[in-house]
């Protein structure tokens, strides 16, 4: 007998029917198996044996069995529309999963995690996951996004690197460990504050956490930044924050109207800037004559191949006070960002 006989055999037995057809609807998921590497569980349907499966009941005869593999995808398959295509509900479930948490998450490692942790009456979803990359509605997924946003504790600096200024500004400790929920009301609270109160907070948590670390690192670049003013800076602190949001965002660090409040650079080792290529560094030998130069830009850390003209170019020193404080409103107002639903 072959297997697929020995399948149909067991289904209809189990189910009471006379055709596999009938045999494969009416099940639901009751628990996810997720065992460990070595560790299988052998199908109860086919003999196959699985480490991620489920056991799964039958709403007429209460029968229940445990299943893996391609059992499960049969019988899980047969409870999805006639016209449901799988492969572009696989690519809108990930399309959402990625709006909702960028790069902090991982489909992958999202899915990991709620075959481990999601409870009993999630099992159904789980199981679509774990046989389709989806599942069977927009309202399933949203159910395991909240259970999920709810529940799994990550490290506050995962989640709000600069959670020290937050609580700062808050007055309350923020624990070492939150879900994304909790990093949401924090992120909602900080924003309700005013700008006078939270830009000062995280401009010197990013200073000395991020951009202080990385000058301290290369002689030339801890020296020109001494040679700075305090307001000079305040600016690059600034514009560092603007470079890596843009990085991340691929959007230009500023308008043309808040470029427009920036002076022009200078001769000698220097911090420059563009809005659309972003934060660099021209040194002493770096200069060809002729106002080019190469540039040593900051998200990359390493000199571009080509020769740029330093008149599409901006300069730090001799910077306003308006201009670095739209800057700064721009970089450290909006407190730390977390994907929201």
Known sequence: MSKQDVIVRNLTALTHSRTFETSVKGWKVKN????PKREMQACELCGTRFREGAR?????????????????????RSQFPPKFEVSEYRERTFAVLRKAYGNLIDPGNWTRWLVEHAPKRLAQPVAELISFGTVLSDKELKALIRFHD????????????GAQALAKVLGRQIPPFITLDQA????TAFASKPARVQVPVVARDYAMRVLQPAVSSDPELRRLYGSLTPLEQRALNGLAALDERAALDGTPLCSAEVAALWPAPRDGPMFVWNPKIGLG????????????????????ARYQKCVYSMQYWLGIVGCSEIGVQTIEEDAFGRAERIRAD
Do not use: M
């Not at 996810?32 to 065992?35: A, D, G, K």
């Not at 799964?56 to 899980?76: D, F, M, N, P, S």
């Not at 949401?184 to 992120?187: A, F, P």
């Not at 021209?282 to 540039?295: E, Q």
């Open 32 to 35: 996810i198996i997720s065992l």
């Open 56 to 76: 799964i009941q039958h709403a007429k005869t209460a029968a229940t069995v445990l299943v893996g593999g391609t059992c499960l995808e049969t019988i899980l």
């Open 150 to 161: 709810s529940k799994r504790l990550f490290r506050r600096t995962a989640l709000l690197p």
């Open 184 to 187: 949401r009301k924090i992120e």
């Open 281 to 300: 560094f021209v040194g002493l030998d770096d200069h060809l004559g002729n106002d080019k130069a190469y540039v040593w830009l900051w998200r990359s």
